[in-house]
């Protein structure tokens, strides 16, 4: 019976059983060393940051932070606050144009490259240029182009249309749809080439059957094409979602949140909460809430791309 036993565990080393589970710890030792460094970040830095802003949200922090606890006032007051709504407002103005906006020229201009045009490189360079750029640029040319002395106004005025009108960062109705273009400008080309390769894996036999059947082009991509780009989509989605909740610097190059406060974005309340109010209680708050709303954006992401995997 022992030497039965015994020969069993023998049997259970050899075939990489219970014994070998120290040796797999060690298994691509230094791949995990090198990972290190990342995780340390993703757990302190981030996570770490993230619990530390959270708390102390709940606290009466000014220039300094301190645990002095404040319970829900700081939350409160910012819900009070009519600089907080109505960037609360504009965001959602901004967000809902600029993802339907992005989406839509970036696929049309993904779908007319897939169609082998002369000088794909180059029309491919100049859409993705813009995205070379940081947002503090794009803010200050839009803001030349725009400008009613020296921009789009005085140029098509001094072509002889002199009651033409166009001067959208001064107009507080329509300013946020002055920042629109200039976001849109820059964010566009990078989802043209998401959906560019999106298009460039689809199988050609697909096209082939579709004309076969006499399917027009746009129904093939309505009813085919599109529904087998979701995973496409849903990247894509996430990047313009995440790149709204964080708009800045766009804001404070374009117009510094005038006129008035009528382009106030929620980043711009943080920082100017935290820096300029010496309120870092407040600022918290107001980034807590941010937080609320990229985990709002990223839990029905998640959900849809590996919850059906695991099913599945």
């Not at 008035?260 to 107001?286: D, H, R």
């Amino acid at each position: 019976m022992a030497l039965s036993e015994a020969a069993h565990a023998g049997a259970q080393t050899e075939q990489g059983g219970p014994s070998h589970k120290p040796v797999r710890l060690f298994k691509n030792i230094s791949a995990k060393i090198a990972s290190l460094p990342m995780v340390f970040t993703a757990l302190v830095v981030f996570l770490g940051g993230t619990i530390w802003t959270v708390v102390y949200s709940f606290t009466d922090s000014g220039l300094l932070p301190r645990l002095r606890w404040d319970g829900l006032d700081q939350y409160e007051r910012l819900w009070n606050s009519r600089k907080w709504l109505v960037s609360i407002e504009n965001l959602a103005i901004y967000g809902v144009c600029s993802l339907i906006g992005t989406l839509v020229i970036g696929f049309t201009l993904a779908a007319l490259l897939d169609r082998k045009v002369r000088g794909e490189g180059v029309l491919r360079t100049i859409f993705l240029y813009p995205f070379a750029l940081s947002f503090i640029v794009t803010g200050l040319v839009w803001q030349w182009i725009l400008n009613p002395q020296l921009g789009l106004q005085s140029v098509v005025r001094g072509m002889g249309w002199e009651s033409f009108t166009f001067d959208p960062l001064n107009n507080s109705k329509i300013v946020m749809f002055g920042l629109l273009i200039a976001g849109l400008w820059q964010g566009t080309g990078l989802i043209m080439c998401i959906m560019l390769a999106g298009l460039r894996g689809i199988d050609e036999d697909i096209w082939k059957a579709a004309r076969v059947d006499g399917i027009g082009t746009v129904k093939t991509y309505i009813r085919v094409i599109i529904p087998m780009m979701r995973p496409v989509f849903v990247t894509s989605l996430v990047l313009i979602a995440s790149g709204i909740v964080k708009l800045y610097d766009l804001v404070v190059a374009q117009t510094s949140g005038g006129p008035g406060i009528s382009s106030e974005v929620p980043a711009k309340y943080v920082m100017t909460a935290m820096f300029g109010g010496q309120n870092l209680g407040q600022g918290f708050a107001a980034s807590t809430m941010m937080l609320v709303t990229v985990v709002i954006i990223l839990v029905p992401w998640a959900i849809l791309e590996f919850g059906g995997k695991k099913r599945g």
